[in-house]
Every structure is written in C-alpha cells, then in structure tokens.
C-alpha cells in the first residue's frame, strides 16, 4: 500500500515538474547563401559552395553546431543577438565538422515569441584579405604539369549537360589504354607556415577514384605528400569538397612552394571511367 500511494506521489511531482518546463520558441534555420565580397582584393572565382554547417550563439551564448537546414527550440523571448559561423566538412570526412576559417559570420536581431516559430537565412562572404589561386578551366592555358607515366592531360570540357559553371570544365577519361593520371597544378606561389590556414576548394564529379596530394618544392628540396582521397560515386553528381592543407605545408618549413598534386588510375579493368573537376581554388591570407 506505501508504494501504492508513493506511485502517485511521483506521479503528482513529476506531472507538476513538467508544467512548469518553459515553453520554446522555434527557429528554422536555412541553408547558407554566399555571396560576392564587394571589397574583395582578388578574384574570388565562381562561388561555388557547401557551407552545410553552423555553429550558433545567442547572445553570448553556445546554442550548438547544426547541419543546415534545421530546426531547434531556444529559450526566451523579447529580442536576442544571434550570431551564425559558416561550417564545413572537413576534407570530406562527415564526422568532421569545423568553422571555416576564410567566411564572416552573419550576425543579427530577432525577437522570439513562446510557442512561436521564426526563419533565418544566413548569408556570408569571402575575408576581403584572401588570396585565391584558381584553375577554373576558362583560358585555354590550364595551369597544370604532367608526370611522365601520365597517360593523359585534363581536357576542358563543354558539354552542357554537365557543366554548372562558367564555360568549361576539367575532363579526365580513363580506360584500359589510358589508365593512369598524374598532374600537378602550376601556381608557383610559396604559401604560408607556421600554422597558417592554407585550404583547396575544388568542385568534383567522379566514376573513379582519384587521390589529392601536395608537391611541395625550392631551395633544393622536393616532397610528394599524398592527401585526401575523393572516392567514386555510384550516382555522379557535382560535389564541393573543403581540403585542409595546413598541417602539409607548415610541416615542409624547407619548401618555400607548394602545388596541389591529383593522380588516379583505372578502378576497375575493361571499363571507361571519368572525372570531372572544376573551380580548383588555393586559399590562404
């Protein structure tokens, strides 16, 4: 009989603790839009993109990180400072999310109402700062070197039902003739160590696997440092992939230079198989 009446009472206290729970407002958070820096320095090149992430604070305060879009209850009402932070995959591994480093945040005010739902569209821009080096595939000259056991060169590409971007695209077709690809791109530029941020972009559209790597080279001294593999796609469909180069180049002090590397070599025997890249984008300040 005691735990007959102690049953109600927990069940008394606990219908009583939920009552008094605050009730939410709602925000729907949408996918990012990123948009020209109007006081950017240098060509930021197509802004191509997939900023699926965000980190939010309110007021001050960490709400959490958010695969966009989402939706999420916040506590309070009136008017609140909400501060967004563009995120990305990195190096496309998905259980890897961090704040990308080279986007501003969005920051604004808006006023919840309990029980009440608001929508955000967070925009953001490039750091006016930035340095981009691009191979878009747009000028005949394609800034890329090859290995002598490459079987092939890039193509730039035209074809309309695939390209998204600009005019062309970088074309890599293999097949059992030509089964292997080495380049290397040809930017010449000494990027910065010591920690520094240092990312490739690049958008990619792949049947067969292909490996990114870093070349890193002067003062006498030449490195091949293989990178992130892009892995090939059932259902072949353009894809932006955010690459973390610090670690590589800050670690080659003796190599002023660095260039990105991509090789690939037939999959699969007795098949014709194809990559696609396009807006290949060294950032870095």
Not at 57 to 71: Q, R, S
Not at 127 to 144: A, K
């Given at each position: 009989m005691k735990l007959f009446y102690f049953g109600i009472f927990l069940a008394v206290l606990l219908l009583g603790c939920a009552k008094e729970q605050p009730q939410?407002?709602?925000v729907i958070l949408e996918p990012w839009t990123l948009n020209d820096n109007p006081d950017a320095q240098n060509d930021e090149g197509e802004l191509s993109q997939d900023?699926?992430?965000?980190?939010?604070?309110?007021?001050g305060k960490i709400l959490g990180a958010f695969e966009l879009p989402a939706k999420f209850p916040v506590i309070g009402e009136g008017e609140h400072n909400f501060i967004i932070i563009p995120g990305v995959i990195?190096?496309?591994?998905?259980a890897t999310k961090r704040r990308y480093p080279f986007m501003e945040q969005y920051e604004v005010t808006r006023t919840l109402i309990k029980g009440?739902?608001?929508?955000?569209?967070?925009?953001?821009?490039y750091y006016e700062d930035l340095n981009f080096l691009i191979e878009d595939f747009e000028s005949p000259s394609i800034q890329f070197d090859y290995a002598n056991v490459s079987d092939m060169q890039i193509q730039?590409?035209?074809d309309p039902s695939i390209n998204q971007w600009g005019s062309y695209y970088g074309s890599i077709t293999l097949n059992n003739t030509d089964s292997l690809f080495s380049g290397v791109t040809t930017f010449g530029e000494a990027l910065p160590k010591q920690g520094a941020e240092v990312y490739l972009e690049l958008d990619y559209m792949n049947s067969n696997s292909m490996l990114t790597g870093v070349v890193s080279y002067g003062n006498g001294t030449y490195h091949e440092d293989p990178n992130i593999q892009l892995n090939p796609q059932d259902d072949p469909e353009w894809k932006h992939i955010y690459i973390d180069l610090k670690e590589i180049i800050s670690f080659r002090t003796e190599s002023p230079f660095a260039d990105m590397n991509f090789t690939a070599i037939l999959d699969e025997l007795d098949t014709q198989k194809f990559i696609y890249l396009d807006n290949i984008k060294v950032i870095y300040r």
């Amino acid at each position: 009989m005691k735990l007959f009446y102690f049953g109600i009472f927990l069940a008394v206290l606990l219908l009583g603790c939920a009552k008094e729970q605050p009730q939410a407002s709602w925000v729907i958070l949408e996918p990012w839009t990123l948009n020209d820096n109007p006081d950017a320095q240098n060509d930021e090149g197509e802004l191509s993109q997939d900023i699926s992430q965000a980190f939010v604070n309110m007021d001050g305060k960490i709400l959490g990180a958010f695969e966009l879009p989402a939706k999420f209850p916040v506590i309070g009402e009136g008017e609140h400072n909400f501060i967004i932070i563009p995120g990305v995959i990195n190096n496309g591994i998905s259980a890897t999310k961090r704040r990308y480093p080279f986007m501003e945040q969005y920051e604004v005010t808006r006023t919840l109402i309990k029980g009440d739902t608001i929508t955000m569209n967070p925009t953001t821009q490039y750091y006016e700062d930035l340095n981009f080096l691009i191979e878009d595939f747009e000028s005949p000259s394609i800034q890329f070197d090859y290995a002598n056991v490459s079987d092939m060169q890039i193509q730039r590409a035209d074809d309309p039902s695939i390209n998204q971007w600009g005019s062309y695209y970088g074309s890599i077709t293999l097949n059992n003739t030509d089964s292997l690809f080495s380049g290397v791109t040809t930017f010449g530029e000494a990027l910065p160590k010591q920690g520094a941020e240092v990312y490739l972009e690049l958008d990619y559209m792949n049947s067969n696997s292909m490996l990114t790597g870093v070349v890193s080279y002067g003062n006498g001294t030449y490195h091949e440092d293989p990178n992130i593999q892009l892995n090939p796609q059932d259902d072949p469909e353009w894809k932006h992939i955010y690459i973390d180069l610090k670690e590589i180049i800050s670690f080659r002090t003796e190599s002023p230079f660095a260039d990105m590397n991509f090789t690939a070599i037939l999959d699969e025997l007795d098949t014709q198989k194809f990559i696609y890249l396009d807006n290949i984008k060294v950032i870095y300040r």
